[in-house]
């Protein structure tokens, strides 16, 4: 079994370049097997970034468990933390959104300027999912 490591930037970092990926690894055997795992490291600290993402959205989430003010999640220090941690963690964000429908959203415009939920959507948890999860494929984010 052939290991290689590749590093690039976040920016590089797309569904095409993937497929690149796996096509050179591939070469002229389609029926070849090619795995590829992705691991986002924040260069300010030895916890990736999805840890760091998991830590801040475990903490957020159990503490504000019994709260019913958006406003005061939204505030909460490890939810403004997520949203400090900008682009980086938007794939971790969406893929939690796919598992397990949070507030999420606010964090998602903060972070991306973009609100692609519209008005009819506002409030429809499923909806609002569904509209950015759609933003996060058509964007490269997730798949």
């Known amino acids: 079994m052939q290991e290689t490591t590749i590093t690039v930037s976040w920016k590089e970092l797309t569904a095409?370049?993937?497929?690149?990926?796996?096509?050179?690894?591939?070469?002229?055997n389609p029926a070849a097997k090619v795995e590829i795992s992705v691991k986002l490291l924040d260069p300010q600290s030895k916890a990736t970034t999805n840890e760091r993402f998991e830590q801040f959205f475990s903490t957020w989430k159990t503490e504000t468990a019994l709260l019913s003010s958006g406003t005061a999640m939204v505030n909460h220090p490890a939810y403004q933390q997520i949203i400090g941690m900008g682009d980086a963690v938007i794939p971790f964000i969406l893929i939690k959104l796919r598992e397990d429908p949070q507030h999420l959203f606010y964090a998602l415009f903060k972070i991306t300027g973009e609100n692609p939920v519209p008005a009819a959507h506002a409030g429809d948890l499923p909806k609002m999912t569904a509209d950015w999860l759609a933003w996060g494929k058509s964007k490269g984010y997730i798949f």
């Not at 990926?21 to 070469?27: D, H, T």
């Open 16 to 28: 095409g370049l993937l497929e690149k990926i796996k096509s050179q690894f591939s070469g002229s």
